[in-house]
């Protein structure tokens, strides 16, 4: 018998030992097998998690972040041992004992779904880790098995501790946060070394599900998870009693409950500064580095006067807008049933919200209109206040009633009326955004910095950025680029021009460019040309120079890749951006010193270590303990000379003629020496100003963004001028300006500014301009260039009609212009006056 049960037991262990063995060799086959191709875990070592790119003020202020995955990497020894200790608790509380994966738990989950419990996963934090970077998150078993093979590898190659901070950096918990520390930042609004128990433990309960535990539309189901976890710190020795019940006590206050202030609101709107940086950093770095690669910019803008500069173009786009007398409406509508629930209808309405002119701009709902007042719904207005009002008088600009232009249900802009003297709130005034659009744009002459940039009225209503993505044609704005080709080809601000009419043949019929009076002047010297914008004298000297070397110098300014050889080109006929035209302008100022525009004076990676420095002059004397009194350093720059220093000195003295005397004629008034030049396209489709003082370079460009008349009104001077104006009068309160800086190699000359004759020395009056000539140049009396036109031949062919003009010409004499208006042909002359 004895024998018999030994038999049996025999051949019972027998089994179990075979079967064991059995078993063995198949688990070990099943991880070999699936063990063989699997990713190397080394690489987790080196991993660069994907993180936020922020651009900074000069001051080292925020002021933009870009990502696609928001993630704030924090290191971890700098992850606080609350944090720790609330994920640990919530997802893998023997993560510190395992090596890899939690046999036990895996057998207590097991269990639980044997039972008919839910199934739960019994990943460990080291697992979740495998899952996430080296296996995505397919349900198989066979990532399972490969989950495990991993996890035991990786504890072999990382310390608990670099698991932990993958794990933590590399997690989503909603609301697009990556990783703690943006989850810390989004919910709450604080660094992770300022969270409560409460609030870690939130953030603890988010892994698993976000949507499911979110603090707004799922509160209780939140708090419930957040306590569970507080209970499980507590467990773990993490928490006493104390905080514990403290921490269970404490409301769920986040950041989407309203309960605390976003930390965006700490940041200004994304505007065209920051979206152009974002533009071509990503052009030069790729998408990929710039959106992902945790860069630290270091942008050149100067807040406040971002802040002039739109408020300046916004005036004026505004002004010539409400002078049309038309009320557009933001075509935006809240249909009659949602308005019982007007402010979750308008917080959901897309309309710009970043618009200040005079007063902050909001978005407003018209709710009834009675007696010809439109009575409103503002954003933000609280519950309970009477309903704001705007009467009657503040649409009498359109010509129409009240309930002519506006319908119950109309989304609106409104702003506060106050007054000049104290602030004083007068009424609320409906406003509209403008259809004509514009830009504006400002930089150093001398480092190329991009202090302000505006691109349209509002960035949320276009974010299509005017001054360097809209090309047109510049018009007028585009002659001292013909005009200093002139002068580096020899020619004088005293050289005599002919303007009198001109016929070209081309392959689109006749052509006859006119100038904007439709006046002909006789022989007038370069610098009247100029100053009062002569389309003729200047189609003369393109001809007399060609346009290859018109073409060559534009080009080489920037202003074009490859211009075409047109003669109409050299009246601006062919198009470009407000970005290249400012930088141009930049080199006249400068001494005709190349300069790059930047918006970026430094680019650093992750590490802090700089990858781009705009800004590569050398000081001289910077690293000396003193300087002589009244010395400042010596800076050197190895830039290219892209025009002769006495040519940019001469043509930056006409362009200040421009704004004494010509076309910018009462327009500026700056107190310090300005210089610059209007442009007006046919039809006034195209509005320009461009000019400079001795530090700072600024244009202005506006136009309707599908080319269309503008009106008498719509000119250069009339509408970007006093843009110009406006912006420059707190740039140069806030940097100065001095006299233009004249080279060596001349000496001035007194000439009489209508005849372009040599005057004496001491000769004074309104005539009297001292032009600057080389050493060894004189100018050159009795010659007056024509660009091969047959003047003599031209000037009889029209008539008088309503009145001769007289002139005096380039000998001191007189002629009799004809006054009769030149046709214009069948061809468009591009961008005229």
Excluded at 689 to 697: D, E, L, Q
Aim: charged fraction near 20%; include cysteine.
């Amino acid at each position: 018998m004895i024998r018999f049960v030994l038999s049996i037991l025999g051949g019972i262990f027998s089994l179990v030992t075979i079967g064991a063995l059995f078993a063995a060799l198949t688990i070990g086959g099943v991880f070999w097998m699936y063990g063989r191709d699997l990713p190397d875990t080394d690489q987790l070592a080196q991993y660069q998690p994907p993180t936020v790119s922020r651009i900074y003020s000069g001051e080292g202020r925020i002021i933009d972040e870009f990502a696609t995955e928001r993630r704030l990497f924090v290191p971890a020894e700098e992850i606080p041992d609350l944090v720790k200790a609330a994920f640990i608790s919530a997802e893998d509380k023997t993560f510190y004992q395992h090596q890899g994966y939690d046999p036990m738990g895996m057998l207590s989950a097991a269990v639980d779904a044997a039972r008919g419990g839910a199934v739960r996963g019994a990943s460990t934090i080291t697992q979740q880790v495998m899952k996430n970077f080296l296996l995505g998150g397919e349900r198989s078993a066979e990532r399972k098995v490969k989950e495990l093979i991993l996890a035991s590898r990786i504890e072999d190659t990382l310390s608990k501790e670099k698991i932990l901070e993958l794990y933590m950096n590399e997690i989503f918990l909603g609301q697009n946060s990556f990783g703690v520390a943006a989850a810390a930042q989004t919910y709450f609004n604080k660094p992770l070394a300022d969270l409560t128990p409460a609030e870690a433990a939130y953030l603890a309960a988010l892994p698993k599900a976000p949507s499911t535990y979110h603090p707004v539309r799922a509160r209780d189901r939140a708090i419930e998870r957040r306590n569970y976890v507080l209970g499980q710190m507590r467990d773990n020795g993490y928490l006493d009693r104390a905080a514990y019940e403290a921490a269970i006590a404490a409301p769920l206050d986040t950041v989407q409950g309203g309960q605390i202030d976003s930390f965006k609101s700490a940041l200004p709107p994304r505007d065209y500064f920051t979206d152009e940086i974002r533009r071509q950093l990503s052009r030069d770095y790729g998408e990929g580095e710039f959106l992902g690669g945790g860069l630290a910019v270091r942008a050149t803008i100067d807040p406040d006067l971002q802040d002039d500069a739109a408020e300046a173009l916004r005036r004026a786009l505004e002004q010539y807008d409400r002078g049309l007398g038309r009320w557009r409406g933001s075509g935006k509508t809240i249909p009659p049933e949602q308005l019982d629930n007007w402010r979750e209808a308008l917080a959901e309405t897309e309309i710009a919200r970043d618009i200040h002119l005079e007063n902050e701009w909001f978005p407003a709902v018209v709710l009834g209109i009675e007696g010809g007042e439109a009575r409103l719904g503002i954003e933000g207005w609280a519950e309970g206040d009477p309903d704001p009002v705007v009467p009657a008088k503040d649409v009498e600009w359109t010509g129409k009633p009240m309930d002519a232009i506006l319908s119950v249900g109309d989304v609106v802009h409104v702003r506060a009326m106050t007054a000049d003297e104290d602030g004083a709130f007068i009424r609320w005034t409906l406003r509209q955004v403008p259809a004509v659009q514009g830009a504006f744009m400002a930089m150093d002459v001398h480092t190329g910095r991009v202090l302000a940039m505006q691109g349209g009225f509002s960035y949320q209503h276009s974010v299509f950025n005017r001054a360097t993505q809209a090309t047109r044609q510049p018009g007028s704005a585009f002659k001292p680029f013909v005009y200093a080709a002139a002068l580096d080809s020899g020619f004088t601000p005293a050289t005599i021009v002919v303007d009198a009419p001109i016929e070209v043949n081309t392959p689109q019929g006749l052509w006859r460019p006119k100038n904007y009076s439709n006046r002909f002047y006789g022989p007038t010297p370069l610098r009247t040309g100029i100053e009062q914008s002569r389309n003729l004298m200047t189609v003369r000297l393109a001809e007399e120079m060609g346009m290859d070397t018109v073409a060559r110098y534009a080009e080489r300014f920037g202003v074009y890749d490859n211009m075409g050889r047109y003669l109409a080109n050299s009246l601006g006929a062919e198009e470009t951006t407000l970005y290249k035209m400012v930088a141009a302008y930049a080199m006249f100022a400068n001494g005709g010193e190349r300069v790059e525009p930047t918006l970026v004076d430094r680019v650093q990676d992750r590490y802090g270590k700089t990858v781009y420095r705009h800004d590569r002059r050398t000081c001289v004397d910077c690293l000396l303990p003193s300087l002589p009194p009244g010395k400042g350093p010596q800076i050197v720059s190895e830039n290219d000379q892209v025009m002769n220093a006495i040519t940019a000195y001469q043509l930056t003295s006409m362009l200040k003629g421009v704004v004494e005397r010509g076309t910018a004629r009462g327009k500026i008034d700056l107190g310090v020496p300005t210089a610059g030049k209007t442009g007006t396209t046919n039809d006034e489709k195209d509005a320009w100003f461009v000019g400079f003082t001795s530090n700072i370079a600024a244009g202005c460009y506006i136009g309707y963004d599908r080319p269309r008349p503008m009106g008498r009104s719509g000119s250069g001077g009339g509408l970007c001028a006093p843009v110009f104006n406006s912006f420059m009068k707190a740039a140069t309160a806030k940097y100065g300006g001095g006299p233009f800086r004249i080279p060596p190699g001349g000496r001035f000359i007194n000439i009489d500014r209508f005849t372009g004759a040599r005057l004496s020395d001491d000769a004074t009056g309104d005539n009297v301009v001292a032009e600057y000539f080389r050493l060894g140049e004189e100018p050159l009396f009795g010659v007056a260039y024509d660009g091969g036109f047959a003047m003599g031949a031209n000037l009889p062919l029209y008539q008088q009609s309503g009145g001769a003009q007289q002139v005096r010409s380039g000998g001191g004499g007189t002629a009799v212009i004809p006054g009769r208006k030149a046709t214009f042909g069948s061809m468009s002359s591009g961008g005229l006056y």
